[in-house]
């Protein structure tokens, strides 16, 4: 282990291990953490229904990470830390407890959706509103997610980011959170590894309210999947992430009776941003470098939190997703509203949703079961570690077909002065295939 007392030395072993922010979109975090912060803010809320991979990866693996973290606030010169964890996790905040003083905190949130958001997280506990559009930096904060922060313990130990934790939930025998190999499949995880039973089932990767349908078993984890959700087929969760989007258009052309209660109670609009996304459905189908109210579209997280409260059962939070496609499409830029002193809403304690109340609209109460840490060494017969797993430019490949490769080996590395992140290989093997987007490696 090296010894770390200077910023720049932790920023160089993060950019080198291929560390990203494993919550979201896979910001590369030697970026996110090489400026002038005042707070970190550890998200530990893990706030989509049925996830467990940071409760579990935190449970058992607390000293190392809270090392790291007291090793950040010294060498990112921090004022603070602070972790986020909901009030209901007792056995996490006991295991916690024992690290927190001096600049490490911690704060409890109550069990409401999405507590989680970036925006929200950094809202609740700082009473400052994050510009519409714009980053935790501007207003001195920056939020990692616990992974990330295990990965920067990994990194400190010139141990690269190989792997990712996942939480396996739904209708499966024993819902659990395991570490796996990046670029495993999810069938070979599903099916060969914890031999869970597809007939008629789908799965989702990530949680219930924001993944995505898994159409092809082949898919690999990545630096940035959180989740393989199970459901029967036909279960409200599939239906909802799988719906046509011609049929979810058509009907907010023809449904929404601008009733408003999908922006009185979005978590943007009640941290201060002004979005009002029941306007952004009434400019629905206006073309959308004409539509006034369009551009908001940009200011949604896809939280699907409308959704819940629409009393015509209509989705504003797909209707956003799909201009802010079209918008890109048209580069029709995301614009950072006037720089002013933005106000939470006055009733937003009052409007927060209450996880539970999202579980049973979501019909998923039966499968609101913990999926606890599971010690399982998992060997993938190839894996499928695709160049982009990250915001940024695509990883450019060091090794071409028939190369042997060992486990922690650079593969592919950032283009010269972009933003991006390395790849290592997952497992030892021998590279079967590197075209543009992906590199394959067979077992070995
Ligand atoms: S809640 Fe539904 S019906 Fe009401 S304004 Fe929003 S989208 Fe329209
Ligand atoms: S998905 Fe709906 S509730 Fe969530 S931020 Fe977007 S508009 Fe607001």
């Not at 069938?187 to 008629?200: A, R, T």
């Not at 959700?229 to 036909?234: A, K, Q, Y």
């Not at 797909?318 to 580069?331: D, G, Q, V």
Request: include cysteine.
């Amino acid at each position: 282990m090296q010894q770390i007392t200077e910023k720049s030395q932790v920023i160089q072993l993060i950019e080198s291990a291929g560390i990203v922010g494993a919550g979201g979109a896979g910001f590369p975090t030697h970026v996110k953490l090489n400026a002038e912060l005042e707070l970190l803010i550890v998200n530990a809320v893990e706030c989509e229904p049925l996830l467990y991979k940071d409760q579990a990866l935190l449970k058992h693996e607390t000293l190392k990470i809270m090392e790291c973290l007291e090793l950040l606030v010294s060498v990112l010169n921090l004022q603070k830390a602070i972790i986020g964890v909901k009030k209901k996790n007792e056995s996490l905040i006991k295991k916690l407890k024992p690290f927190i003083e001096g600049p490490i905190e911690l704060y409890l949130l109550e069990d409401y959706y999405p507590a989680g958001d970036e925006q929200v997280l950094v809202y609740e506990i700082t009473g400052r509103t994050i510009p519409e559009g714009g980053i935790p930096l501007q207003v001195g904060v920056a939020v990692i997610n616990v992974e990330t922060l295990y990965n920067i313990s990994q990194a400190i130990v010139d141990q690269p980011v190989t792997t990712k934790w996942v939480t396996i939930g739904g209708e499966v025998e024993k819902p659990c959170s395991l570490q796996v190999p990046l670029g495993i499949s999810a069938g070979e995880l599903l099916v060969d590894v914890l031999g869970v039973d597809l007939e008629g089932k789908e799965v989702i990767e990530g949680g219930p309210m924001m993944g995505k349908p898994v159409e092809d078993l082949t898919v690999p984890i990545t630096k940035t999947t959180s989740a393989l959700l199970v459901f029967p087929r036909g279960h409200p969760v599939v239906n909802r992430i799988k719906e046509d989007f011609l049929k979810t258009a058509r009907q907010a052309r023809t449904a929404c009776i601008q009733c408003s209660f999908c922006s009185e109670s979005c978590p943007r609009y009640l941290i201060g941003h002004r979005f009002k996304t029941h306007l952004v459905m009434r400019a629905f189908g206006f073309p959308v470098n004409q539509g006034a109210h369009l551009k908001s579209a940009y200011y949604c997280s896809d939280c699907g939190l409308c959704e819940v409260v629409c009393p015509s059962g209509l989705s504003p939070r797909a209707i956003n997703n799909f201009l802010k496609m079209e918008m890109s499409k048209a580069k029709i830029a995301r614009e950072q509203l006037n720089k002013v002193q933005l106000k939470a809403h006055p009733q937003r304690d009052y409007r927060k949703m209450p996880s539970k109340r999202v579980k049973r609209w979501l019909g998923i109460v039966k499968y609101d079961v913990p999926a606890p840490f599971k010690s399982l060494k998992v060997n993938p017969k190839s894996v499928n570690l695709p160049l982009r797993q990250h915001t940024g430019e695509a990883a450019i490949p060091k090794v071409k077909a028939g190369d042997e490769v060992t486990k922690g080996q650079l593969i592919a590395s950032i283009p010269k002065g972009k933003l991006g992140a390395n790849l290592y290989s997952s497992i030892d093997g021998i590279i079967s295939k590197v075209d543009s987007q992906r590199i394959l490696i067979e077992r070995r």
